[in-house]
């Protein structure tokens, strides 16, 4: 499933092609740093993993939609695979240089699907996008993800409650609401100990 950019373009002119906007995916401005394209990732995954959605009785009545559930995948890919762009120096360079330097913001006529698209023009290094789709791997981002926030065996003299707090919350999340109530108390209890990391206490 193709949800970086199309391989059939958007454009009658074949020398254009649809890229994703992985800044807009993620709230984040072009020039943000990795720390914030980080905080960002984490925030939007936990909250569109299918399993937390499906877990919400908010959205009950669409679980066995089937439109509902390819939306619902579509979104966390593109979460992943924005991350997996923006947080690799040199797969963010090569972006950037189709970001900034091929592409033009969305035209009013772009189908409503490629909201957050922009529209570029081909050339050397679109079939390094290509490729970076392929290798994008939505659960492994995840995994590895929360399992470098967890891992308190390379504490940093800067960082040492962070790792601390994050496994806190995982142990208290899973007591209260399993499997999604450890990703959620991860996430807060790793904010809570940067909060005590940055006072230095």
Not at 12 to 36: H, M
Not at 108 to 135: G, L, V
């Amino acid at each position: 499933m193709n949800f970086f950019s199309s391989n059939k373009p958007k454009s009658a002119d074949d020398d254009f092609y649809t890229l994703i906007d992985y800044y807009a995916i993620l709230g984040v401005p072009p020039n943000a740093t990795p720390e914030q394209i980080r905080e960002a990732y984490i925030e939007l995954a936990v909250k569109n993993h299918p399993d937390n959605i499906y877990q919400d009785e908010a959205y009950s009545e669409h679980w066995d939609n089937p439109e509902h559930q390819l939306a619902i995948k579509k979104r966390f890919q593109q979460i992943n695979q924005a991350y997996f762009i923006l947080s690799d120096p040199e797969r963010r360079q090569i972006y950037d240089t189709q970001y900034n330097d091929y592409c033009t913001t969305a035209s009013d006529n772009f189908e409503k699907e490629q909201e957050h698209s922009r529209r570029c023009k081909r050339n050397a290094s679109t079939t390094n996008i290509y490729k970076y789709e392929r290798e994008a791997n939505p659960d492994k981002i995840f995994g590895n993800v929360f399992e470098e926030l967890f891992n308190p065996d390379i504490p940093k003299p800067h960082t040492f409650w962070k790792p601390l707090g994050g496994a806190a919350g995982i142990v208290l999340g899973f007591i209260c609401m399993n499997v999604t109530g450890a990703v959620a108390g991860a996430v807060v209890g790793a904010k809570l100990g940067q909060i005590r990391d940055n006072k230095g206490k």
